[in-house]
């Protein structure tokens, strides 16, 4: 088969031969398990394995890059065939005839939609080992947190039922690496029920942001992590006495600036801003909340991601004195979520509008934490001149110094007080805003506040 040059034909051109290996290998353990005389090989490892070593693909590059061998590639590859070649799993379909019931040790599960044979732990297991236990057991490790496959979040087994052997678990691909090895996108997952979280972006910049130098000075340590982590890390040894990661909490009042620093940190450091949908994660039903919590946590696991809770006394709350099963199950969430903040090797940024909500814990854990206060009037005048844009669409009785002076508005009120006005504008038949159109606008937001004018 001649391989086209796009990506997605080279995976193509890597996955058949691994498929026709593939295939080879299962005819030889059904072979070689239930004694059939017909058998050429000794052992499934007798199989020759395919060459990739010149291939171009995603995943010839993933197989060599992790000198992956005989067992991470049956792995891997059995994980990816029901979403690529699934009849090639329809041997398993076939029956014990003396309990007339499907044979136990092929695993396997039935999807809701799904026709075909869905694998499992103990597919894998079967495939490579057969009846010998000693392999079993040695196959147990391809599945363990310290393997590259849990660690770069290629593949997992998925135990959804409690007490259950662990090879019954789901045997199951990563998105991220599913698009990969088929059509060679990088996957960047979407705001769903499993992963409660949104990409987020912004077209300003850093001079659009109004800040003090000492804040902006404290930013700078958290973009200098990312941009020299590596060194200090590796290069420089601190690996052994400093933990992975990096975590900020931004508080102040509400509009002056936190989201935006964190989108502005991730847009200059090239890596992806989620933001947590913490109402998403939290959950009244006992372990729920550790459940998303950890799955966020191992989606995100060595990502150039950086996550942002935002509002984040919601779920990163004090922890209460011990009263009730709920004071004890509410401790647990958070006791589990500070272990995985601490754990998680890249940066994650709390933003509250009040400090002493958020539990002591974390505070203390905390590299960076900065203060958004309300802007000065200088400030204030610099976010009013920010919103016109280049194009100056404020009537001539709208006097900036005037209301920068009088009004003490953060940035994210002014933007909703201009926005109000452009509205009020064009409702009018109006091609620019007024100074009275600004002052109701003005109105608005305070009482937001409680206040007056």
């Known amino acids: 088969m001649e391989c086209v040059l796009d990506i ?106 799904h026709g075909g044979f869905l694998p499992t732990g103990e597919t894998a297991a079967f495939i490579l080992a057969g009846s010998d236990l000693a392999k079993r057991f040695q196959i147990i490790q391809l599945f363990e947190k310290s393997h590259y496959f849990y660690t770069q979040n290629i593949l997992k087994i998925e135990n959804h ?133 950890a799955n966020l946590f191992d989606q995100a696991e060595n990502k150039n991601w950086i996550l942002f809770f935002d509002e984040a006394d919601a779920l990163f709350g004090k922890r209460t004195q011990t009263v009730s099963s709920n004071d004890r199950h509410a401790n647990q969430e958070v006791s589990y979520l500070l272990q995985r903040t601490e754990e998680f090797p890249g940066v994650v940024i709390l933003a509250t509008n009040l400090k002493a909500n958020i539990d002591d814990a974390f505070a203390r854990r905390f590299q960076s934490v900065i203060y958004f206060p309300m802007p000065d009037t200088g400030q204030r005048l610099r976010l009013w001149k920010n919103t016109l844009n280049s194009k100056n669409c404020f009537a001539d009785d709208v006097n900036l110094e005037e209301f920068a002076e009088k009004y003490e508005l953060s940035g994210g009120a002014i933007i909703n007080v201009v926005r109000y006005g452009a509205i009020k504008a064009l409702l009018d038949n109006r091609k620019d805003i007024s100074h009275k159109d600004l002052c109701k606008g003005i109105v608005k937001e305070l009482m937001k506040e409680g206040k007056t004018v």
Not at 56 to 74: C, L, P, T
Not at 255 to 268: E, P
Request: include cysteine; proline fraction near 4%; charged fraction near 25%.
């Open 161 to 293: 039922a409690a007490n259950e052997p662990f090879f019954s678990g789901m045997l199951v691909i990563t998105n991220e690496y599913l698009n990969l090895f088929t059509s060679g996108n990088y996957h960047k997952p979407d705001y769903s029920i499993s992963f409660p979280a949104k990409l987020v972006k912004t077209k300003l910049d850093w001079d659009d942001l109004v800040l003090g130098g000492e804040i902006l000075d404290e930013i700078a340590n958290v973009k200098g992590w990312l941009t020299h982590s590596k060194t200090i890390m590796e290069t420089w040894g601190f690996d052994k006495v400093i933990k992975p990661g990096y975590r900020a909490l931004f508080y102040g009042p509400s509009g002056t600036g936190k989201t935006l620093t964190a989108m502005l940190i991730g847009k200059s450091s090239t890596a992806d801003v989620y933001r947590i949908d913490l109402s998403m994660m939290v959950s009244k039903y006992i372990g729920e909340t550790e459940k998303n919590l």
């Open 8 to 113: 997605s034909g080279k995976n193509a051109c890597s996955l058949e031969k691994e498929i026709q290996w593939f295939s080879k290998v299962i005819e030889a353990r059904i072979a070689l398990y239930f004694e059939h005389d017909e058998c050429k090989f000794n052992k499934i490892e007798d199989v020759k394995t395919p060459v990739l070593h010149e291939s171009e693909s995603n995943y010839a590059r993933i197989v060599n890059d992790y000198k992956m061998g005989f067992d991470e590639r049956i792995v891997l590859i059995l994980a990816l065939i029901p979403h690529i070649r699934p009849q090639v799993l329809d041997t398993f379909f076939i029956n014990n005839k003396n309990f007339s019931r499907p044979f136990s040790e092929f695993g396997g599960w039935k999807g809701n939609t």
